[in-house]
């Protein structure tokens, strides 16, 4: 399967930028995610891959053929949306059946995509019931089945799992993780989730105000955010103010923030030129570690505190820690520690999220 390029692809609505100069290469046989808040630009750039809406400016590019003012039937693409689209009036074979017949194949072959495609998701044995009939993650398959039967280059998926509980959200993601891996499919996967994203996609393009802010692996932006609404949106954390005080030879940063000076090892930023600049420094909620009262073995970014309140969310607790210099920070922990008891805590240097003040 061909890669999928997006060239400097830009959608306004009036003076507002939907997409604005978006490039992104979505690779052959992996998942790439669309991943933002609502109103990002992410669904209009789906709608300009898909031939539903045309950019004001740019290129799509599919292999090496420009399918920028295709449409939508001629990319040899199929699409997954939020809504399923199943038509009511017809059974599960006809609604997969039904963009093969418009592409005119003889019934033969329909009826040996569809049988492929439904076997695919689990789906054969129910082909006679019609919509109603079946659950939301059943109508999910079948939407998949759909899209999967006219053999695409590229499948689209727009927000699929969004009008189903969250149990069955989480094994819808597993079911099409496992898919793609098995048929090697090329995805672009639009969604708000952050976990959704992180558990289908090869890779994730983060957009913020119709801009891609950063394209990389789920590990790499979590643990190396490319700036502080990366940070933020990626999951919780403890965000605050930094200035570089100094830099050693083992790259390991001084960063004077409202809590005291912390060691930080970053991950890819080590020039002298960062001593003296204004950063964001980011601490996870679960990368907090609580020490026994008389543990001495850490030098560094020990902080003393209060836990000023506790909650027992199930798996773990969620407390709220003043410390000592009154900055309040939120420390998850499978510990169980009592509101009003006096803490330390410490942070690993190589847990402490920096990014540029911009």
Request: glycine residues 6%; hydrophobic residues 40%; aromatic residues 8%.
């Amino acid at each position: 399967m061909p890669d999928l390029l997006l060239q400097n692809i830009s959608k306004k609505y009036g003076k507002v930028y939907a997409v604005n100069n978006v490039s992104l290469k979505i690779d052959s046989g992996k998942i790439t995610s669309l991943l933002g808040p609502s109103g990002c630009g992410k669904t209009t750039t789906l709608r300009i891959i898909a031939g539903l809406t045309f950019p004001d400016s740019g290129k799509v590019i599919l292999g090496e053929k420009d399918i920028t003012w295709l449409p939508p039937e001629k990319r040899n693409m199929g699409m997954v949306f939020q809504n399923y689209a199943l038509w009511p009036h017809m059974t599960v074979f006809e609604n997969v059946a039904f963009p093969l017949r418009h592409k005119g194949l003889s019934e033969n072959e329909i009826k040996e995509r569809v049988r492929e495609a439904l076997e695919i998701v689990r789906m054969y044995e129910l082909r006679e019931r019609y919509p109603y009939q079946l659950s939301g993650g059943q109508q999910q398959r079948v939407a998949l089945a759909r899209a999967l039967a006219v053999y695409p280059e590229v499948i689209l998926l727009d927000e699929p799992l969004s009008n189903l509980d969250a149990r069955l959200r989480e094994e819808m993601r597993i079911e099409i993780r496992e898919l793609q891996r098995k048929l090697k499919f090329t995805a672009v996967y639009v969604t708000h989730d952050q976990l959704e994203a992180f558990t289908i996609s090869d890779k994730i393009a983060v957009m913020n105000e119709g801009k891609i802010v950063q394209v990389a692996s789920p590990r790499e932006l979590y643990y190396n955010p490319a700036n502080s609404f990366v940070a933020n949106f990626l999951g919780r954390v403890n965000m605050m103010e930094g200035e570089v005080l100094a830099l050693d030879e083992n790259c390991m940063l001084d960063v004077k923030t409202p809590i005291g000076v912390l060691k930080v090892k970053p991950r890819n930023q080590c020039t002298k030129d960062l001593v003296g600049s204004k950063v964001f420094i980011g601490i996870r909620p679960m990368s907090f570690i609580f020490l026994k009262e008389k543990e001495t073995a850490y030098e560094h970014n020990v902080f003393s505190g209060v836990v000023l309140a506790s909650i027992f969310l199930g798996e773990y607790f969620e407390y709220k820690v003043e410390l000592a210099e009154g900055k309040i920070v939120t420390v998850q922990s499978t510990e169980e520690i009592a509101e009003g008891s006096s803490v330390k805590i410490y942070i690993s240097p190589d847990k402490v999220l920096i990014t540029p003040q911009v």
